[in-house]
Antibody
Framework: EVQLVESGGGLVQPGGSLRLSCVASGFTFITFSSYTMTWVRQAPGKGLEWVSSISGGGGDTYYAGSVKGRFTISRDNSKNTLYLQMNSLRAEDTAVYYC???????????????WGQGTLVTVSS | QSALTQPASVSGSPGQSITISCTGTSSDVGSYNLVSWYQQHPGKAPKLMISEVNKRPSGVSNRFSGSKSGNTASLTISGLQADDEADYYCCSYAGSSTFLVFGGGTKLTVL
């Protein structure tokens, strides 16, 4: 069974930076690198918002307009780890950040069947 | 304001059926069969209930079904159970500029 565990959240001042990590385990006959991975966030008491996705090999990245130019998604397939580097943070970036795995191998169907427990990022002075 | 429009709340009694609508545009729901539905209980991570408009992932009850007509997708839950009480979110692929959009969520209350 695939498990995703996020870390790296915390309190940061406006304009600051933070790097989130998501370690994936439970890949046996299938490989981490065959799946697109994604970050989705949820502000306190609000709905889900897609943030960013990265292809299995890492060559293709996708960003929501609200974070483009400030956030960078990356992955290290040798470590089964997904990252989100967040710069120039704003109060409106305050949210629980979830990493999630695409449902299908090798193709991206923009559906996510495995989610981490989330890590809280709070941007405040 | 969310890109996809869902009713804020729906309710039903145990054993009944309910349908949650998700209205988008010809740029998202109407153009792609890449609509998903998620269930989220308070304090928990979302759970995928329907992918690609009407596909149920392994382990999801067949009481959950999805459909689409034009720019509107729908999630139907039959034989309502107490544990179905949760927030439900739709999302859709929206092309190579916007990529993915979510609905604002619907709170399902089982009376």
């Amino acid at each position: 069974e695939v498990q995703l565990v996020e870390s790296g959240g915390g309190l940061v001042q406006p304009g600051g930076s933070l790097r989130l990590s998501c370690v994936a385990s439970g890949f046996t006959f299938i490989t981490f690198s065959s799946y697109t991975m994604t970050w989705v966030r949820q502000a306190p008491g609000k709905g889900l918002e897609w943030v960013s996705s990265i292809s299995g090999g890492g060559g293709d990245t996708y960003y929501a307009g609200s974070v483009k130019g400030r956030f960078t998604i990356s992955r290290d397939n040798s470590k089964n780890t997904l990252y989100l580097q967040m710069n120039s943070l704003r109060a409106e970036d305050t949210a629980v950040y979830y990493c999630a795995k695409d449902l299908r191998q090798w193709i991206q169907v923009w559906s996510y069947d495995n989610w981490g427990q989330g890590t809280l990022v709070t941007v405040s002075s | 304001q969310s890109a996809l429009t869902q009713p804020a709340s729906v309710s039903g009694s145990p054993g009944q059926s309910i349908t949650i609508s998700c209205t988008g545009t010809s740029s998202d729901v109407g153009s792609y069969n890449l609509v998903s539905w998620y269930q989220q209980h308070p304090g928990k991570a979302p759970k995928l209930m329907i992918s690609e408009v009407n596909k149920r992932p392994s382990g999801v009850s067949n009481r959950f079904s999805g459909s689409k007509s034009g720019n509107t997708a729908s999630l139907t839950i039959s034989g309502l159970q107490a544990d179905d009480e949760a927030d439900y979110y739709c999302c859709s692929y929206a092309g190579s500029s916007t990529f993915l959009v979510f609905g604002g969520g619907t709170k399902l209350t089982v009376l």
